[in-house]
């Protein structure tokens, strides 16, 4: 399946934070030197996350700058896109995610809100059990809610249909796909910064 992902570092941010987390999860329960399903779903989503990392339009950006020595490739959509306006509006990409990527994402996720809620699990002590992770939990719930956010459908097929180019094209989008388009980037901000006003009020403005 197709989603509409924002050219947004703030779900970029979020998305990387959950590497470490999930690679020190499965380090500890890889530790005990015991075959557990925690590990089992740990590590499925952890290379379901990286699959997903691999096809975010900030992911060339950010390789690129992290090995100086590879030309900077431009690996986004080849377009601009614009308002019926002229305004330009911050990109959204088509990416394709399986269902068995977000099966692994989601039953992680699900883990990590049991190791919130249940403290001392039956039949285990509680130095077993992975340590807390202050906001992993809240961080991870956003990202997902952004990766299951159904996509207006006409906008996703008008982007899917944009052919990359060596020159980013222009799009404009028609009245009624511009307003499908800020509601959707709207609710984008409101699952990434809601609870934090600052946050929030700075999030929206990037796609003003």
């Not at 077993?128 to 961080?139: I, K």
């Amino acid at each position: 399946m197709y989603v509409l992902i924002p050219d947004d570092p703030v779900f970029f941010a979020k998305f990387q934070s959950l590497e470490e987390p999930l690679l020190r999860h499965l380090y500890r329960l890889h530790s005990a030197g015991l075959e557990s399903d925690d590990e089992r779903v740990i590590s499925d989503a952890y290379d379901s996350w990286v699959q997903v990392l691999l096809k975010l339009p900030l992911w060339s950006e950010w390789h690129s700058a992290s090995t100086p020595t590879d030309p900077v490739t431009e690996e986004r959509a080849g377009y601009v896109l614009h308002s019926p306006r002229g305004d330009q509006l911050t990109s959204l990409y088509p990416i394709e995610v399986t269902a068995v990527d977000l099966g692994h994402l989601t039953a992680c996720l699900d883990l990590f809100t049991e190791y919130d809620q249940v403290r001392r699990p039956t039949g285990r002590a509680r130095d077993e059990q992975p340590e807390g992770d202050g906001g992993l939990t809240d961080v991870f719930r956003r990202v997902m809610a952004v990766l299951l956010l159904p996509s207006p459908q006409r906008l996703l097929t008008t982007l899917r249909h944009v052919v990359p180019q060596a020159v980013p094209v222009s799009v404009t989008l028609p009245a009624e796909q511009e307003t499908e388009y800020r509601r959707f980037c709207e609710d984008i901000v409101t699952i990434l910064s809601s609870g934090d006003t600052f946050a929030y009020r700075s999030h929206r403005a990037m796609y003003s």
